[in-house]
């Protein structure tokens, strides 16, 4: 019953949920702390650029059981947004002139989904592997999260997760414990795998849980994921790799140079648009506009939305919450 090939692949050390690392604040102190993000940050749609948004669309419609909420014209562009019940998940731009993604440049390493339950991840999970356009890439028990890797039509990485308890994640060594340890995928899916769960597809919930990038060198994302945009370290011990959150999360954000060492900024290619953050208030985006400033790094405030550029040419949109699809579609 079970499609899915070559079980024994673990992917690369992605991770999940952990409380506040030793040395940052509490999410209480981290509310009046102008350092750091609010406790109550969270991902929003990530943004992909695709070369035929007909296959894209109708692989993340039947592969992780999405819908198509909106879409709007822009020129020659077409721009489709795509989630589950009313939760805005992706955006897809229909961008044909551009290259392919090149898996050297700095950009996305995946874009992880998370869901609610074991059997609402079993159930898309095996929609993805049912979909001859996926490829399987792995699958890990990271400690604090069960995690399945996959990579669309057009080379983009996804991740399908769900999370442990935050009760029972643990600190390793002044930092929260990950591992990559052998999820057997088969396995996973005889325990969980529910024909009521797939037959509810969008019915279920989901939503971006972290967003995980590509990056040219570890020292420069931290400068402006931690100390200009606000994330907080959670795990850095890990070779060739970075792991950010706020709220004492495992990680919003991660970085990793395991094949972009050495990258400079990217150009136009498909692929990852924009990486959304949402906040609480608008005194969370003034305190995001004092650190850019304050780093002198540029940016647009849109009022409800301030938007800015890594050191890759990545834009990062941060955001009140409540994006409705008319958002995604006006940036």
Same mark, same amino acid.
């Given at each position: ?9 673990a ?73 589950r ?28 989904f998370?869901? $609610? ?18 490829r ?6 990271h ?11 057009e ?28 999820? $057997? ?10 024909? $009521? ?8 919930? @989901?939503?971006?849980?972290h ?43 991660a ?11 990217r ?22 506009? @004092?650190?850019l400033?304050?780093? @002198?790094v ?18 990062v ?11 995604l579609?006006?940036?």
């Open positions: 019953m079970m499609p899915i090939s070559d079980p024994n692949t992917h690369p050390a992605q991770t999940s949920p952990s409380q506040a690392s030793p040395g940052h604040p509490s999410a209480e102190a981290a509310v009046t702390d102008e350092r750091f993000l609010h406790p109550a940050t969270a991902m929003d749609a990530v943004t992909l650029h695709v070369g035929d948004l007909e296959n894209m669309s109708s692989y993340y419609q039947n592969a992780l059981a999405m819908v198509p909420l909106e879409e709007r014209s822009r020129g020659a562009e077409v721009h489709r947004v795509l989630g019940g009313t939760t805005p998940m992706v955006r897809l731009i229909h961008t044909p002139h551009l290259p392919q993604v090149n898996p050297r440049d700095a950009g996305l390493f995946h874009t992880a998370l869901f $609610d339950d074991q059997a609402s991840l079993a159930a898309t999970v095996y929609r993805a592997a049912q979909d001859e356009r996926s399987f890439v792995g699958s890990s028990d400690h604090v999260s069960e995690a399945f890797y996959f990579t669309d039509p080379g983009n990485g996804i991740e399908l997760y769900r999370d442990r308890p935050r009760e029972q994640w643990e600190q390793k060594n002044g930092e929260l414990r990950m591992e990559t340890l052998y999820l $057997d995928p088969n396995a996973f899916l005889q325990t969980h795998l529910s024909q $009521d769960v797939v037959d509810a597809g969008p019915d279920r919930a @989901g939503l971006v849980g967003v995980h990038l590509q990056v040219g060198d570890i020292p420069t994302a931290k400068d402006f994921y931690v100390d200009t945009v606000g994330f907080e370290t959670t795990v850095s011990g890990y070779p060739g790799a970075l792991f950010a959150a706020a709220g004492g999360y495992h990680h919003h954000v970085m990793n140079t395991w094949n972009s060492s050495g990258a400079g900024p150009a136009a290619r498909l692929g990852l648009g924009d990486v959304s953050v949402t906040v609480p208030g608008r005194e969370d985006l003034d305190a995001l506009i @004092g650190r400033r304050g780093k @002198g540029s940016f647009e405030d849109h009022g409800q939305r301030v938007s800015t550029t890594d050191p890759w040419g990545t834009q949109s941060v955001a009140l919450p409540g994006t409705e699809t008319e958002d579609l006006r940036r």
